[in-house]
Protein backbone atom coordinates (compact mmCIF):
# COMPACT_ATOMS: atom_id res chain seq x y z
CA UNK A 1 0.00 0.00 0.00
CA UNK A 2 1.11 3.72 -0.77
CA UNK A 3 2.02 5.41 2.65
CA UNK A 4 0.56 9.20 2.76
CA UNK A 5 3.01 11.34 4.78
CA UNK A 6 1.27 13.80 7.34
CA UNK A 7 4.43 16.42 8.96
CA UNK A 8 3.35 18.10 11.67
CA UNK A 9 4.70 21.35 12.63
CA UNK A 10 3.29 21.02 16.90
CA UNK A 11 2.96 17.54 16.74
CA UNK A 12 3.56 17.17 20.69
CA UNK A 13 0.10 19.29 20.97
CA UNK A 14 -3.05 18.38 21.67
CA UNK A 15 -3.94 17.60 17.76
CA UNK A 16 -0.55 16.30 17.08
CA UNK A 17 -0.86 13.59 19.50
CA UNK A 18 -4.65 12.87 19.16
CA UNK A 19 -3.76 12.53 15.03
CA UNK A 20 -1.15 9.96 16.16
CA UNK A 21 -2.37 8.12 18.58
CA UNK A 22 -5.62 7.85 16.35
CA UNK A 23 -3.25 6.60 13.40
CA UNK A 24 -1.93 3.93 16.11
CA UNK A 25 -5.44 2.76 17.12
CA UNK A 26 -6.88 2.09 13.86
CA UNK A 27 -3.47 0.38 12.49
CA UNK A 28 -3.50 -1.46 15.65
CA UNK A 29 -7.31 -2.23 15.45
CA UNK A 30 -7.74 -1.16 19.17
CA UNK A 31 -10.34 -1.54 21.53
CA UNK A 32 -10.43 0.18 24.88
CA UNK A 33 -13.35 1.14 27.94
CA UNK A 34 -15.22 3.64 28.04
CA UNK A 35 -17.76 5.04 30.91
CA UNK A 36 -20.25 3.84 28.49
CA UNK A 37 -18.85 0.82 27.56
CA UNK A 38 -16.14 -0.83 24.85
CA UNK A 39 -15.11 1.28 22.17
CA UNK A 40 -12.98 -0.16 19.00
CA UNK A 41 -11.15 2.19 17.06
CA UNK A 42 -12.76 4.25 14.13
CA UNK A 43 -12.08 7.30 11.63
CA UNK A 44 -15.89 8.66 12.64
CA UNK A 45 -15.53 12.69 11.12
CA UNK A 46 -12.97 11.68 8.45
CA UNK A 47 -14.96 11.92 5.50
CA UNK A 48 -12.45 10.83 3.29
CA UNK A 49 -12.41 6.83 5.61
CA UNK A 50 -15.92 6.47 6.09
CA UNK A 51 -18.12 4.95 3.68
CA UNK A 52 -21.33 6.42 2.33
CA UNK A 53 -24.44 6.10 4.51
CA UNK A 54 -28.00 6.09 3.78
CA UNK A 55 -30.04 5.51 0.42
CA UNK A 56 -29.31 8.15 -1.34
CA UNK A 57 -25.60 8.03 -0.08
CA UNK A 58 -25.06 10.89 1.28
CA UNK A 59 -21.12 12.16 2.94
CA UNK A 60 -18.77 9.33 2.77
CA UNK A 61 -15.91 9.18 0.32
CA UNK A 62 -14.29 5.31 1.10
CA UNK A 63 -15.09 3.35 -1.63
CA UNK A 64 -16.15 5.63 -4.50
CA UNK A 65 -12.94 6.98 -4.87
CA UNK A 66 -9.85 5.68 -4.73
CA UNK A 67 -8.38 7.47 -1.90
CA UNK A 68 -5.46 6.20 0.17
CA UNK A 69 -6.24 4.41 3.58
CA UNK A 70 -5.20 6.74 6.72
CA UNK A 71 -4.46 3.32 8.52
CA UNK A 72 -1.26 3.65 6.22
CA UNK A 73 0.06 7.25 7.02
CA UNK A 74 3.29 8.02 8.21
CA UNK A 75 2.57 10.88 11.11
CA UNK A 76 5.70 12.90 12.35
CA UNK A 77 6.65 16.40 12.84
CA UNK A 78 8.32 19.24 14.50
CA UNK A 79 7.47 20.60 18.07
CA UNK A 80 9.85 23.38 19.68
CA UNK A 81 8.92 21.23 23.04
CA UNK A 82 10.93 17.82 23.73
CA UNK A 83 7.90 16.43 25.57
CA UNK A 84 7.79 12.48 24.56
CA UNK A 85 4.47 12.01 22.48
CA UNK A 86 3.33 9.11 24.72
CA UNK A 87 3.54 11.77 27.56
CA UNK A 88 2.03 14.71 26.04
CA UNK A 89 -1.02 12.44 25.02
CA UNK A 90 -1.82 11.83 28.54
CA UNK A 91 -0.87 15.30 30.30
CA UNK A 92 -3.58 16.56 27.63
CA UNK A 93 -6.66 14.23 28.81
CA UNK A 94 -8.07 14.09 25.67
CA UNK A 95 -9.01 10.34 24.99
CA UNK A 96 -9.58 7.98 27.20
CA UNK A 97 -6.87 6.52 29.58
CA UNK A 98 -7.26 2.87 28.72
CA UNK A 99 -6.52 3.70 25.05
CA UNK A 100 -3.59 6.40 26.25
CA UNK A 101 -2.09 3.12 27.94
CA UNK A 102 -1.95 1.47 24.93
CA UNK A 103 -0.43 3.36 22.24
CA UNK A 104 1.96 5.57 24.74
CA UNK A 105 4.84 3.31 24.61
CA UNK A 106 4.99 3.75 20.89
CA UNK A 107 4.21 7.58 20.69
CA UNK A 108 7.37 7.76 23.27
CA UNK A 109 9.41 5.88 20.44
CA UNK A 110 8.11 8.31 17.51
CA UNK A 111 11.50 11.29 16.73
CA UNK A 112 10.13 14.77 17.58
CA UNK A 113 12.32 16.67 15.30
CA UNK A 114 13.38 20.52 16.05
CA UNK A 115 11.27 22.89 15.57
CA UNK A 116 12.17 26.36 14.00
CA UNK A 117 10.15 29.33 16.26
CA UNK A 118 10.73 33.30 16.69
CA UNK A 119 9.31 34.03 20.26
CA UNK A 120 8.38 37.16 18.22
CA UNK A 121 5.33 35.62 16.95
CA UNK A 122 3.64 33.83 19.53
CA UNK A 123 2.04 34.43 23.12
CA UNK A 124 4.97 34.78 26.13
CA UNK A 125 3.16 31.77 27.99
CA UNK A 126 4.86 29.66 25.41
CA UNK A 127 8.31 30.65 26.42
CA UNK A 128 9.43 28.50 28.99
CA UNK A 129 8.83 25.03 27.26
CA UNK A 130 10.35 25.90 24.18
CA UNK A 131 13.78 24.01 24.30
CA UNK A 132 13.66 21.57 21.79
CA UNK A 133 14.32 24.36 18.97
CA UNK A 134 16.99 24.38 15.70
CA UNK A 135 19.79 26.64 16.83
CA UNK A 136 23.06 27.61 15.60
CA UNK A 137 24.50 27.64 11.90
CA UNK A 138 21.09 26.56 11.04
CA UNK A 139 19.32 29.68 12.75
CA UNK A 140 21.47 32.09 11.43
CA UNK A 141 19.36 33.21 9.08
CA UNK A 142 15.88 32.50 7.34
CA UNK A 143 17.44 30.87 4.61
CA UNK A 144 19.43 28.59 6.69
CA UNK A 145 16.14 27.77 8.64
CA UNK A 146 14.13 27.27 5.46
CA UNK A 147 16.97 24.53 4.81
CA UNK A 148 16.99 22.60 8.07
CA UNK A 149 13.34 22.33 7.38
CA UNK A 150 13.82 20.96 3.98
CA UNK A 151 16.48 18.89 5.13
CA UNK A 152 14.40 17.58 7.77
CA UNK A 153 11.87 16.76 5.07
CA UNK A 154 14.45 14.47 3.11
CA UNK A 155 15.34 12.60 6.28
CA UNK A 156 12.36 11.95 7.70
CA UNK A 157 10.97 10.93 3.92
CA UNK A 158 14.10 8.38 3.09
CA UNK A 159 13.67 6.77 6.91
CA UNK A 160 10.26 5.90 7.01
CA UNK A 161 10.01 4.94 3.27
CA UNK A 162 7.07 7.27 2.50
CA UNK A 163 6.25 6.61 -1.09
CA UNK A 164 2.59 9.09 -0.95
CA UNK A 165 2.37 12.46 -1.19
CA UNK A 166 3.47 14.06 1.49
CA UNK A 167 1.57 17.11 3.43
CA UNK A 168 3.27 19.58 5.99
CA UNK A 169 0.36 21.14 8.33
CA UNK A 170 1.11 23.82 10.35
CA UNK A 171 -0.75 22.57 14.12
CA UNK A 172 1.40 25.29 16.50
CA UNK A 173 0.31 27.85 18.21
CA UNK A 174 -1.02 30.52 16.33
CA UNK A 175 1.23 33.17 15.17
CA UNK A 176 0.74 37.19 14.95
CA UNK A 177 0.20 38.40 11.52
CA UNK A 178 3.53 38.71 9.97
CA UNK A 179 4.08 42.20 7.99
CA UNK A 180 6.38 40.80 4.93
CA UNK A 181 4.55 41.52 2.08
CA UNK A 182 5.67 40.46 -1.54
CA UNK A 183 4.14 40.48 -4.48
CA UNK A 184 5.57 37.47 -6.71
CA UNK A 185 7.29 34.32 -5.52
CA UNK A 186 10.60 35.76 -7.04
CA UNK A 187 10.10 38.36 -3.97
CA UNK A 188 9.73 36.18 -1.44
CA UNK A 189 12.49 33.73 -2.30
CA UNK A 190 14.81 36.63 -2.63
CA UNK A 191 14.12 37.90 0.60
CA UNK A 192 14.36 34.36 2.49
CA UNK A 193 17.71 34.16 0.28
CA UNK A 194 19.53 37.75 0.81
CA UNK A 195 18.46 38.77 4.04
CA UNK A 196 19.55 38.21 7.45
CA UNK A 197 16.40 37.89 9.40
CA UNK A 198 16.00 41.50 8.82
CA UNK A 199 12.45 40.37 7.25
CA UNK A 200 9.32 40.02 8.95
CA UNK A 201 9.05 36.97 8.04
CA UNK A 202 7.39 34.46 10.14
CA UNK A 203 8.16 30.62 11.11
CA UNK A 204 4.99 29.16 9.29
CA UNK A 205 6.16 30.90 6.30
CA UNK A 206 9.53 29.08 6.59
CA UNK A 207 7.50 25.29 6.77
CA UNK A 208 5.28 26.60 3.82
CA UNK A 209 8.09 27.67 1.63
CA UNK A 210 10.74 24.63 2.23
CA UNK A 211 7.16 22.48 1.70
CA UNK A 212 6.84 23.85 -1.81
CA UNK A 213 10.64 23.44 -2.76
CA UNK A 214 10.70 19.54 -1.48
CA UNK A 215 7.02 19.22 -3.49
CA UNK A 216 4.87 18.73 -0.46
CA UNK A 217 1.56 20.32 0.04
CA UNK A 218 1.05 22.79 2.74
CA UNK A 219 -1.90 23.63 5.05
CA UNK A 220 -2.03 26.21 6.99
CA UNK A 221 -4.34 25.01 10.07
CA UNK A 222 -3.68 28.28 12.10
CA UNK A 223 -5.24 31.48 11.67
CA UNK A 224 -1.62 33.73 11.00
CA UNK A 225 -1.48 35.18 7.34
CA UNK A 226 1.11 32.57 5.92
CA UNK A 227 -1.04 32.24 2.75
CA UNK A 228 -0.46 35.16 0.11
CA UNK A 229 -0.73 35.26 -3.65
CA UNK A 230 3.26 35.03 -3.77
CA UNK A 231 2.79 32.34 -1.56
CA UNK A 232 0.20 30.63 -3.67
CA UNK A 233 2.65 31.48 -6.84
CA UNK A 234 5.44 29.33 -4.94
CA UNK A 235 2.93 26.46 -5.09
CA UNK A 236 2.03 26.80 -8.77
CA UNK A 237 3.39 23.57 -10.88
CA UNK A 238 4.16 25.90 -13.70
CA UNK A 239 6.69 28.06 -11.36
CA UNK A 240 8.50 25.15 -10.28
CA UNK A 241 10.12 24.02 -13.74
CA UNK A 242 13.06 22.49 -14.31
CA UNK A 243 14.06 24.81 -17.20
CA UNK A 244 13.45 28.17 -15.25
CA UNK A 245 15.22 31.12 -16.32
CA UNK A 246 18.61 31.49 -14.64
CA UNK A 247 17.99 34.86 -13.28
CA UNK A 248 14.76 33.15 -11.46
CA UNK A 249 14.82 32.99 -7.62
CA UNK A 250 14.14 29.50 -7.71
CA UNK A 251 17.82 28.85 -9.35
CA UNK A 252 19.06 29.70 -5.45
CA UNK A 253 17.44 27.12 -4.37
CA UNK A 254 17.95 24.08 -6.32
CA UNK A 255 17.74 21.29 -6.42
CA UNK A 256 13.84 21.63 -5.57
CA UNK A 257 11.15 19.62 -7.12
CA UNK A 258 8.67 20.70 -9.50
CA UNK A 259 6.50 18.23 -8.63
CA UNK A 260 2.36 19.10 -8.19
CA UNK A 261 1.69 20.49 -4.52
CA UNK A 262 -0.90 22.76 -3.21
CA UNK A 263 -1.47 25.16 -0.07
CA UNK A 264 -4.00 25.09 1.55
CA UNK A 265 -6.22 27.34 4.27
CA UNK A 266 -6.56 29.04 6.43
CA UNK A 267 -7.38 27.62 9.77
CA UNK A 268 -9.51 25.04 10.69
CA UNK A 269 -13.44 24.74 9.83
CA UNK A 270 -13.82 22.08 12.94
CA UNK A 271 -16.08 23.02 15.28
CA UNK A 272 -18.31 26.32 16.32
CA UNK A 273 -17.20 28.30 12.83
CA UNK A 274 -18.19 25.27 10.65
CA UNK A 275 -22.00 24.93 12.56
CA UNK A 276 -22.24 29.14 12.11
CA UNK A 277 -22.13 28.61 8.39
CA UNK A 278 -24.27 25.49 8.06
CA UNK A 279 -27.12 27.52 10.63
CA UNK A 280 -26.68 30.50 8.82
CA UNK A 281 -27.01 28.64 5.06
CA UNK A 282 -30.18 27.27 6.94
CA UNK A 283 -31.69 30.86 7.77
CA UNK A 284 -31.40 32.23 4.72
CA UNK A 285 -32.51 29.66 2.63
CA UNK A 286 -35.87 30.22 4.54
CA UNK A 287 -35.83 33.87 3.36
CA UNK A 288 -34.60 35.14 7.19
CA UNK A 289 -32.71 37.85 7.02
CA UNK A 290 -29.45 37.52 9.48
CA UNK A 291 -29.06 40.43 12.09
CA UNK A 292 -27.27 39.09 15.11
CA UNK A 293 -24.82 36.29 15.32
CA UNK A 294 -23.56 36.82 19.64
CA UNK A 295 -21.11 33.81 20.05
CA UNK A 296 -18.79 33.06 22.92
CA UNK A 297 -16.44 29.46 23.44
CA UNK A 298 -13.73 29.14 26.00
CA UNK A 299 -11.79 25.80 26.73
CA UNK A 300 -8.25 25.64 28.78
CA UNK A 301 -6.09 24.00 26.19
CA UNK A 302 -2.37 25.52 25.15
CA UNK A 303 -3.42 26.76 21.89
CA UNK A 304 -6.20 29.33 23.96
CA UNK A 305 -3.48 30.33 26.64
CA UNK A 306 -1.57 31.08 23.75
CA UNK A 307 -4.37 33.63 22.56
CA UNK A 308 -4.55 35.62 26.29
CA UNK A 309 -1.64 37.31 24.41
CA UNK A 310 -3.32 40.39 22.54
CA UNK A 311 -1.07 39.75 19.12
CA UNK A 312 -1.88 36.50 18.75
CA UNK A 313 -5.31 36.91 19.48
CA UNK A 314 -5.97 39.32 17.01
CA UNK A 315 -4.85 36.68 14.21
CA UNK A 316 -7.55 34.61 15.93
CA UNK A 317 -10.33 37.09 15.84
CA UNK A 318 -9.57 38.26 11.97
CA UNK A 319 -10.94 34.92 10.49
CA UNK A 320 -13.33 34.26 13.14
CA UNK A 321 -14.94 37.11 12.34
CA UNK A 322 -14.64 36.94 8.88
CA UNK A 323 -16.23 33.82 7.85
CA UNK A 324 -19.72 35.31 6.26
CA UNK A 325 -17.97 38.15 4.45
CA UNK A 326 -18.43 36.81 0.45
CA UNK A 327 -21.97 36.27 1.59
CA UNK A 328 -22.23 40.36 1.79
CA UNK A 329 -24.86 40.30 4.71
CA UNK A 330 -25.79 44.26 5.21
CA UNK A 331 -26.13 45.52 8.86
CA UNK A 332 -25.14 41.86 9.92
CA UNK A 333 -23.54 41.77 14.01
CA UNK A 334 -21.81 39.29 14.20
CA UNK A 335 -20.13 39.32 17.64
CA UNK A 336 -17.20 36.88 18.93
CA UNK A 337 -15.86 36.26 22.35
CA UNK A 338 -13.30 33.42 22.92
CA UNK A 339 -12.32 33.42 26.60
CA UNK A 340 -9.18 30.76 28.40
CA UNK A 341 -10.38 28.80 31.22
CA UNK A 342 -7.62 26.33 32.73
CA UNK A 343 -10.09 23.62 34.64
CA UNK A 344 -11.81 22.77 31.50
CA UNK A 345 -9.06 21.76 28.89
CA UNK A 346 -9.24 20.56 25.50
CA UNK A 347 -13.23 20.49 25.98
CA UNK A 348 -14.23 23.35 24.04
CA UNK A 349 -17.71 24.94 25.02
CA UNK A 350 -19.42 27.18 23.09
CA UNK A 351 -23.24 29.19 22.76
CA UNK A 352 -24.43 31.04 19.56
CA UNK A 353 -27.48 32.81 19.40
CA UNK A 354 -29.05 33.90 15.97
CA UNK A 355 -31.65 36.60 15.71
CA UNK A 356 -33.25 37.45 11.98
CA UNK A 357 -35.72 38.91 10.63
CA UNK A 358 -38.92 37.21 9.47
CA UNK A 359 -42.40 37.79 7.52
CA UNK A 360 -43.34 41.45 8.49
CA UNK A 361 -39.71 42.00 10.25
CA UNK A 362 -40.84 39.95 13.30
CA UNK A 363 -37.73 38.51 14.99
CA UNK A 364 -36.71 34.73 14.81
CA UNK A 365 -34.20 34.13 17.47
CA UNK A 366 -32.36 30.08 18.13
CA UNK A 367 -29.81 29.12 20.42
CA UNK A 368 -27.01 26.20 20.14
CA UNK A 369 -24.82 24.84 22.64
CA UNK A 370 -21.82 22.45 22.20
CA UNK A 371 -19.31 20.35 24.17
CA UNK A 372 -16.45 18.10 22.71
CA UNK A 373 -12.72 17.96 23.00
CA UNK A 374 -11.48 20.61 20.24
CA UNK A 375 -8.73 17.84 19.01
CA UNK A 376 -11.34 15.37 18.52
CA UNK A 377 -13.15 18.01 15.80
CA UNK A 378 -10.14 18.97 14.16
CA UNK A 379 -7.59 15.95 13.95
CA UNK A 380 -10.44 14.34 11.12
CA UNK A 381 -9.80 17.73 9.14
CA UNK A 382 -6.07 17.16 9.46
CA UNK A 383 -6.38 13.46 8.05
CA UNK A 384 -8.59 14.69 5.06
CA UNK A 385 -6.64 17.58 4.55
CA UNK A 386 -3.66 15.35 3.49
CA UNK A 387 -5.58 12.24 1.80
CA UNK A 388 -7.27 15.05 -0.72
CA UNK A 389 -3.70 16.43 -1.02
CA UNK A 390 -2.74 12.67 -2.47
CA UNK A 391 -5.64 12.19 -4.37
CA UNK A 392 -5.63 15.29 -5.98
CA UNK A 393 -1.84 15.04 -6.94
CA UNK A 394 -2.28 11.54 -8.49
CA UNK A 395 -5.30 12.84 -10.12
CA UNK A 396 -3.80 15.84 -11.89
CA UNK A 397 -6.29 18.45 -10.30
CA UNK A 398 -5.34 22.23 -10.32
CA UNK A 399 -4.57 24.38 -7.63
CA UNK A 400 -7.83 26.11 -7.77
CA UNK A 401 -9.86 23.10 -7.95
CA UNK A 402 -8.17 22.14 -5.31
CA UNK A 403 -7.78 24.84 -3.14
CA UNK A 404 -11.80 25.08 -3.74
CA UNK A 405 -12.77 21.77 -3.09
CA UNK A 406 -11.26 21.60 0.11
CA UNK A 407 -12.46 25.03 0.95
CA UNK A 408 -15.16 23.23 4.28
CA UNK A 409 -11.94 22.45 5.60
CA UNK A 410 -11.43 26.17 6.72
CA UNK A 411 -12.77 29.44 8.66
CA UNK A 412 -11.61 31.37 5.90
CA UNK A 413 -10.88 29.56 2.48
CA UNK A 414 -7.83 31.72 0.91
CA UNK A 415 -5.23 31.54 -1.19
CA UNK A 416 -6.57 29.83 -4.76
CA UNK A 417 -10.02 29.35 -2.63
CA UNK A 418 -10.41 32.90 -1.96
CA UNK A 419 -13.88 34.37 -2.25
CA UNK A 420 -15.68 30.34 -2.11
CA UNK A 421 -19.23 30.49 -0.58
CA UNK A 422 -19.02 30.10 3.16
CA UNK A 423 -21.90 28.08 2.98
CA UNK A 424 -20.96 24.35 4.03
CA UNK A 425 -23.69 22.24 1.90
CA UNK A 426 -22.37 25.04 -1.02
CA UNK A 427 -18.95 23.72 -0.18
CA UNK A 428 -19.81 20.21 -0.55
CA UNK A 429 -21.09 20.19 -3.62
CA UNK A 430 -17.97 22.19 -4.83
CA UNK A 431 -16.28 19.20 -3.68
CA UNK A 432 -17.95 16.65 -5.23
CA UNK A 433 -18.06 18.68 -8.26
CA UNK A 434 -14.14 18.72 -8.64
CA UNK A 435 -13.82 14.81 -7.76
CA UNK A 436 -16.29 14.17 -10.90
CA UNK A 437 -14.69 15.86 -13.09
CA UNK A 438 -11.25 14.93 -11.78
CA UNK A 439 -12.24 11.29 -12.23
CA UNK A 440 -14.56 12.00 -15.06
CA UNK A 441 -17.95 11.91 -13.79
CA UNK A 442 -20.96 10.64 -15.82
CA UNK A 443 -22.31 14.39 -15.04
CA UNK A 444 -19.72 16.09 -16.64
CA UNK A 445 -19.78 17.31 -20.06
CA UNK A 446 -18.37 16.10 -22.97
CA UNK A 447 -16.04 18.50 -23.64
CA UNK A 448 -15.11 18.76 -20.06
CA UNK A 449 -14.28 14.85 -19.99
CA UNK A 450 -11.74 15.46 -22.56
CA UNK A 451 -9.75 17.93 -20.67
CA UNK A 452 -9.84 16.42 -17.42
CA UNK A 453 -8.34 13.40 -19.43
CA UNK A 454 -6.25 15.28 -21.28
CA UNK A 455 -5.09 17.16 -18.27
CA UNK A 456 -4.47 13.22 -16.19
CA UNK A 457 -2.73 11.33 -19.03
CA UNK A 458 -0.22 14.97 -19.13
CA UNK A 459 -1.29 15.58 -22.91
CA UNK A 460 -2.23 19.10 -22.30
CA UNK A 461 -0.88 21.75 -19.22
CA UNK A 462 -3.01 23.48 -16.39
CA UNK A 463 -2.64 26.39 -18.37
CA UNK A 464 -3.83 24.87 -21.92
CA UNK A 465 -6.85 23.22 -19.83
CA UNK A 466 -8.03 26.70 -18.21
CA UNK A 467 -7.99 28.19 -21.58
CA UNK A 468 -10.17 25.34 -23.13
CA UNK A 469 -12.41 25.77 -20.69
CA UNK A 470 -12.63 29.26 -21.17
CA UNK A 471 -13.33 28.93 -24.85
CA UNK A 472 -15.51 26.01 -23.93
CA UNK A 473 -17.72 28.38 -22.10
CA UNK A 474 -18.48 30.97 -24.28
Known sequence: MVSVGILTVGIGGNNGVTLLAGQIANRRNLSWETLSGPMSANWYGCLTQIPPRGIHGGVGFQGRYDLASANDCVVGGWDIRPTKL???????????????????EEMDGVEIMEGVWDPSFIGESQYETATNVVSGDDNAST????ERIRRDIRTWKEKHNVDGHITVIWS????????????SADELLNAIHDNGNNDDISPSMCYAVA???EGCSFVNGGSQNTLSPAMSAL???SYRQPNVQPECALQKFAPYSSGRAFCLGTDYKAGQTKFKTAAVEYLRALGLTPRVIASSNHLGNNDMLNLTTKKTLNAK????????GPWQEENLDHKVMVMYTEMIGDEKRDYVEYTSLGFLGSPHTM????????SILCVPLMVD??????????NNVSAKDAARATAYLFKVPEGAAKGVDPGFFHQMRQLEDVLERACGGKDNKEGDDLIALGLRKGIISEEQATKLRELASK
Not at 86 to 104: H, T
Not at 317 to 324: A, E, H, T, Y
Not at 385 to 394: Q, Y
Open 86 to 104: GKALYDCRVLEYDLVRQVR
Open 143 to 146: RARV
Open 172 to 183: ASVERPSEAEYE
Open 211 to 213: AAL
Open 235 to 237: FDQ
Open 317 to 324: MRVKSDIF
Open 367 to 374: VTYTRCMD
Open 385 to 394: AAIWCDFFVN
